[in-house]
T-cell receptor, first 111, second 113 residues
Framework: TQLLEQSPQFLSIQEGENLTVYCNSS?????LQWYRQEPGEGPVLLVT?????EVKKLKRLTFQFGDARKDSSLHITAAQPGDTGLYLC???????????FGKGTSLLVTP | NAGVTQTPKFQVLKTGQSMTLQCAQD?????MSWYRQDPGMGLRLIHY???????DQGEVPNGYNVSRSTTEDFPLRLLSAAPSQTSVYFC????????????FGPGTRLTVL
């Protein structure tokens, strides 16, 4: 199993602040996905990054895949209460079928 | 489309009982998987299937069985429930295991007493 370490584990901020969540591994992944999960529901895909160095933007969310395809970050600008949830990164290995998930970052944005 | 459906939503079992968690998808996806989610542990892969008749073990397969007789259905069987199997179980499907979006069901919250 290729381990994905996410940091921080918990994050509590006020509306309007910026934040960055990290997903790191010692292994290379062919692609990496970010999901958001709300209480009582299953995770929902936010983005997939495939190319080393790739940057993708989704409104106020910016995702980056490391040049070596071992790490990724999620940056949220001007966080809103609707951004509250559990953010999970998931890496696809170069071989095999198992998608490996990190333990997640629990984000709370208060008004 | 209903997407991925899971039943039941909640279940309480006594130690030693057996049960089947149902999962169905209507998107004609070849790849389906089962995860369990525990506090502080993230999502851990139990079993997966790359198509009808093909299944394989994930990271934590002990105590669970699966079968895939049709593309649509991927049930998870607990043979003899143990308190360590108390968890939230998610079924997911996708067109492929890697680049495509994993569509998750709403989850089954299982408590084993």
């Amino acid at each position: 199993t290729q381990l994905l370490e996410q940091s921080p584990q918990f994050l509590s901020i006020q509306e309007g602040e910026n934040l960055t969540v990290y997903c790191n591994s010692s292994s290379v992944f062919s692609s990496l996905q970010w999901y958001r999960q709300e209480p009582g529901e299953g995770p929902v895909l936010l983005v997939t990054v495939v190319t080393g160095g790739e940057v993708k933007k989704l409104k106020r969310l910016t995702f980056q895949f490391g040049d070596a395809r071992k790490d990724s970050s999620l940056h949220i600008t001007a966080a809103q209460p609707g951004d509250t949830g559990l953010y999970l990164c998931a890496g696809a290995p170069d071989s095999g079928y198992a998608l490996n998930f990190g333990k997640g970052t629990s984000l709370l944005v208060t008004p | 489309n209903a997407g991925v459906t899971q039943t039941p939503k909640f279940q309480v079992l006594k130690t030693g009982q057996s049960m089947t968690l149902q999962c169905a998808q209507d998107m004609n996806h070849e790849y389906m998987s089962w995860y369990r989610q525990d506090p502080g542990m993230g999502l851990r892969l139990i079993h997966y299937s790359v198509g009808a008749g093909i299944t394989d073990q994930g990271e934590v397969p002990n105590g669970y069985n699966v079968s895939r007789s049709t593309t649509e259905d991927f049930p998870l069987r607990l043979l003899s429930a143990a308190p360590s199997q108390t968890s939230v179980y998610f079924c997911a499907s996708s067109r492929s295991p890697w680049y495509n979006e994993q569509f998750f069901g709403p989850g089954t919250r299982l408590t084993v007493l």
